[in-house]
């Protein structure tokens, strides 16, 4: 079957910087994507990568290596309005977007 | 501003009353997309259509029927909601469905069964 896994929930400190890590088994792959979702409302994209390597924007940065069946998105000098969901999705080889559960995010001051 | 819309955002329904979500989107997107997400969980695509090409999911239970009259609009009917339906809808659509299209979301439906 296909599966992503994340973490359930992480904690980080505001200004820090936290790595939320994504694996995945999927049949097929064209590409890997980041959304943020803030509680009660809908996703909103943040990343794509199709390639192995490491896709910078802004203070969010997004790793993939596809040998490993891996990704990471990297959050930079943390703010409050980070408190989100992060939902990790891989479009498999029928380009259907296979979801994980996400991972929420806790910032403390 | 280009967008995705749905109406509407809170919906309360009694057990076995239809009720009908609607999707409109300004994007001009070929793809639109329901899906259903309870709380804590991955979002489950439960249909999509490929300008009128309409997809179902295997897991998606008859309950469930779609519509998309024209490129704009596309709606969710659940025929007889059960407790088990109440969560939040999401309407997405995208340009394409080939890898890098990312989706666009609406706020969604919260939908409520008493």
């Known amino acids: 079957g296909q599966n992503i896994d994340q973490p359930t929930e992480m904690t980080a400190t505001e200004g820090a910087i936290v790595q939320i890590n994504c694996t995945y088994q999927?049949?097929?792959?064209?590409?890997l994507f980041w959304y943020q979702q803030h509680a009660g409302e809908a996703p909103t994209f943040l990343s794509y990568?199709?390639l192995d390597g490491l896709e910078e924007k802004g203070r969010f940065s997004s790793f993939l290596s596809r040998s490993k069946g891996y990704s990471y998105l990297l959050l930079k000098e943390l703010q409050m309005k980070d408190s989100a969901s992060y939902l990790c999705?891989?479009?498999?080889?029928?380009?259907?977007?296979?979801w994980g559960a996400g991972t929420k995010l806790i910032i403390k001051p | 501003d280009a967008m995705v819309i749905q109406n509407p955002r809170y919906q309360v329904t009694q057990f076995g009353k239809p009720v009908t979500l609607s999707c409109s989107q300004t994007?001009?997107?070929?793809?639109m997309y329901w899906y259903q997400q309870k709380s804590s969980q991955a979002p489950k695509l439960l249909f999509h259509?490929?300008?009128?090409?309409?997809?179902n999911e295997a897991d998606t239970p008859d309950n469930f029927q779609s519509r998309r009259p024209n490129t704009s609009f596309c709606f969710l009917d659940i025929r007889s909601p059960g407790l088990g339906d109440a969560a939040m809808y999401l309407c997405?659509?995208?340009?394409?469905?080939?890898?890098?299209?990312?989706?666009?979301f609406g706020p969604g439906t919260r939908l409520t069964v008493l």
């Open positions: 997405a659509t995208s340009a394409r469905t080939s890898g890098g299209n990312e989706q666009f």
């Open positions: 994007l001009n997107h070929n793809v």
């Open positions: 259509y490929y300008d009128k090409d309409f997809n």
């Open positions: 999927t049949s097929g792959f064209n590409g």
């Open positions: 990568n199709v």
């Open positions: 999705a891989v479009m498999d080889s029928n380009y259907q977007l296979i």
